[in-house]
Nanobody, 128 residues
Framework: HLQLAESGGGLVQPGGSLRLSCEASGFPLDYYTIGWFRQAPGKEREGVSC????????YYADSVKGRFTVSRDNAKNMSYLQMNSLKPEDTGVYYC?????????????????????WGQGTQVTVSS
């Protein structure tokens, strides 16, 4: 079955950039819609971005629009979340998740409960 492994988190100063990677194994990633989520201590997990399996349509939370870019490379079984102009409020544990076939649109993300496969999470800390 599908397994996800994330990397790329770390400490970055406000205004800096970071690229998170999510590598899939065990099944072709093109079968899945990919979601990116984050969770700060004491807060609920929130959807950050989503990219559909077939159409490639994408969703971004209002808080990250214009700063984050989600992409996928099915040939390499990878998904990426490019994060620019980072702010302290972007701090949290970031997760990559996957759900087969389901899609997301610019106005309609998929809820976290729809995703059955999750990465281990990677810590992103934005601080001076």
């Amino acid at each position: 079955h599908l397994q996800l492994a994330e990397s790329g988190g770390g400490l970055v100063q406000p205004g800096g950039s970071l690229r998170l990677s999510c590598e899939a194994s065990g099944f072709p990633l093109d079968y899945y819609t990919i979601g990116w989520f984050r969770q700060a201590p004491g807060k609920e997990r929130e959807g950050v971005s989503c990219i559909s399996s077939i159409l490639g349509s994408v969703y971004y939370a209002d808080s990250v629009k214009g700063r984050f870019t989600v992409s996928r490379d099915n040939a390499k079984n990878m998904s990426y979340l490019q994060m620019n102009s980072l702010k302290p409020e972007d701090t949290g544990v970031y997760y990559c998740a996957a759900v087969p076939k389901s899609g997301c649109t610019a106005d309609n993300p998929l809820p976290s409960g729809d995703f059955g496969f999750w990465g281990q999470g990677t810590q992103v800390t934005v601080s001076s």
